[in-house]
């Protein structure tokens, strides 16, 4: 079969692989809708997670179901299904004490496009089918289910971490897409002054529509200074992290109010270490909490985000600003997330066999 897929550190490309087998368990799927994503770029270009040869790319996509394992209950070929980014064990033990995205280790229910091949394939191979696919309802078109692979469970999972509560101040620092459904997600919590960070007009019109009340640029001086001033020197209760990099924790620490909370969804891909300024986080004694996550994932989690859609409570189909057509376009979706033109918030890529 055909992919595309991470030739090395900084290259990509087209290549030829067997078509994946299916376990008692799984699933094979043909994709019709694709997504790239920021993830993907600092997998490839920045060697986040470091050298990988022939790793097919991609992690966001709905399919349709061409054959499941002889032990799978739910699904059955013909089905179109939302396939997430993540793809836990949920037998392991970290599935059974909450944490089932770190089954088998940290980071270890992040499967497609890191530890095995992702769905930028003809054919997809998907774990526990079962517990890990999600039916696309009926009448949603594939690319907005597309959007629920990782976009929407992840920028929700931001404000879910930080907790955010009705009447809180939030800041969403980055507005891309991610940013974005994080500044849907705390607006449905009950943001009530919700300051977004980002720069280009699109996300920022997006980001309005979302509920944002402020935007905030990060090129107009320092964040902290910015927030502090135009919340008179309060600061904010949360602080959610969809953008910037490992000094951003500085700022999100200096604008928030003690006993606020940051929850980061943002994919530090260069860095050693984190700051957290010392007098800002109270000496040490500031009641400052950091949360990070990986998103989210699972059939349950999935089709309960993708009702909120079906009864019109949130519509991540905004984000989608390139539609791209037929599975050779991968690649010039992928670039697009690459370079990041001023208009782009995410491509999706549609596929008909
Ligand atoms: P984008 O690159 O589209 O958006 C990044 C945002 O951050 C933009 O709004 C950008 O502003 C802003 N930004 C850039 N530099 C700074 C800075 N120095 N300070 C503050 N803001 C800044 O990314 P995505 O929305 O696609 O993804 C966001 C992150 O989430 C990525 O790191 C991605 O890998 C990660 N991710 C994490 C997942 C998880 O499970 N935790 C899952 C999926 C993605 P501008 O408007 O100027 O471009
Ligand atoms: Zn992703």
Redesign the pocket.
Known sequence: MKAYAMLGLNKAGWIEKDRPSCGPLDAICRPIALAP???D??TVWEGAIGDRSNLILGHEGVGEIVEVGTMVKTFKPGDIVIMP??TPDWGSLEAQSGYAVHSGGMLGG?KFSNIKDGVFAEFIHVNEADANLAFLPEGMEPETGAMLS??M??GF?ASEQAGVKFGDDVCV????????MAVAGAALRGAANLYA????PN??KVAREYGATDIV???DGP?DEQILEKTKGKGVDRVLI????V??FD?AIKMLKPGGSIG??????SGDYIKIPRVEWGVGMGHKTIH????PAGRWRIERLAQMVVNGRVDPSLLITHRLEGFDKIEEGVLL?KD?PAD???PVISIKW
């Open positions: 994503c920021t993830s770029i600092h980014a993540i992040w990782d976009m469970t992840t999972h620092i980055g507005i891309g897409p991610v940013g974005l960070v980002g720069t280009r996300c920022i640029s990060y090129k964040l969809a953008g910037g990099n000094d951003t700022v980061n969804v943002n994919y530090l891909g990070g996550g990986l998103m997330m990041k782009l918030i995410k």
